[in-house]
């Protein structure tokens, strides 16, 4: 492992190795020490560039990609960015089948960094041929020597965090990590590093995050995939429509709830009290914390980490816009008023 006083051959060397900081302000009203583990350390901003990665070196080693051969995705943004920064360094090309959810400072960051980029509704069904997940697959069938990622679905992503994140956090903790909170979008953050801790040590407690509108957290219940938990909602990156193979649902104990309004109020939280400028699905975490220790969760003793995924940038025209929250409606509560820290000099 290198450090960062040498001299990098090229971005990816710079991949994993996040640090762990401690959280000194937000959750000092619960027992307990609370540790993010931050993802935006990565050179690509986010936790996708461990798997873009990993799993693009595991098929050149199977001898499945050469350079110049296409790489295919589906992708709310992260992954897509880390794989197109991945494919300039290696010499592939990049084609991404993206939500409309995403933003359009998304969008333009896939294009910047030279992907090919499908924008397809957020709003159908997996199985839509319009939806993001068939035009990658029409893509690929149609493109001779492309691969296809396809995280949702490639128990890779699970490895590459059981290889990397898993094992860094119990480094990193010294093995004195009682609880994993995490987000739960492919499933892969979440199962690989669990599995690697539980290994390590079985009574560690891992927590998902899911959001309302999201299908995992009662299939994790009840094992049921219930349609009539879907309905739109807005944090990228966060919760399904369909039940991924990338979960492994026996490494995780239970899951929380959280909505989009508390979850994009704790992200810009996060950055006025610990100076994190961190992404949307870190305020949903955040906001999982808050519940959880609410109810009472944590004790004085244990040692909570949780993964803040991405960066903030990522957000400015949502969570981080006055505008957008004002469009959203979150400015109506009691939360925040929204031009707090602006004064206009006229
Ligand atoms: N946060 C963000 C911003 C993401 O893009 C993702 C990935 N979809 C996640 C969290 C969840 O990570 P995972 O897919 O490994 O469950």
Known sequence: MKHRNQVFDNVLDLVGNTPLIKLNKIASKFKGN?????????????????????IIEQAEKKG??????????????????????????KGYDCVLAVSSKSSADKIDMLKTMGA????????????????????AKRL???????????????????????????????????GKITHLVACSGTGGTISGTAKYLKEQNPKIKVIGVDAFGSVIKKYHETREFDEKEIYPYR????????IPSATDFDVIDKFVKVTDEESAHMARYIAKTEG????????????????LGELGEFNENDNIVVIF????????????????????G?????????????????
Not at 116 to 135: G, M, T
């Open 276 to 291: 994190m400028f961190v992404g949307y699905t870190s305020g949903a975490a955040m906001q999982a914390i808050k519940q």
């Open 235 to 242: 944090i990228e990156g966060l919760g399904k429509n369909l």
């Open 309 to 328: 995924p991405d960066h903030g940038s990522r957000y400015m025209s949502k969570v981080f816009s006055d505008k957008w929250m004002n469009e959203q």
């Open 116 to 135: 090919k980029v499908y924008v397809c509704p957020a709003h159908v069904s997996a199985d839509d041929p319009r939806s993001y997940y068939q035009v």
């Open 330 to 346: 979150f400015f109506d509560s009691k939360n925040e008023a929204a031009a707090q820290n602006i004064q206009y000099i006229k």
């Open 34 to 54: 609370f540790f993010a583990k931050v993802e935006s350390f990565n050179p690509g901003h986010s936790s996708k560039d461990r798997i873009a990665l990993y």
């Open 140 to 174: 690929h069938e149609e493109m001779k020597g492309s691969v296809y990622i396809n995280q949702y679905f490639n128990e890779l992503n699970i490895d590459a965090h059981y290889k990397s994140t898993g094992p860094e956090i119990w480094k990193q903790t010294e």
């Open 64 to 89: 499945i990609l050469t350079p110049g051969d296409t790489i295919i995705e589906t992708t709310s943004g992260n992954t897509g960015f880390s794989i197109a920064m991945v494919s300039i360094i």
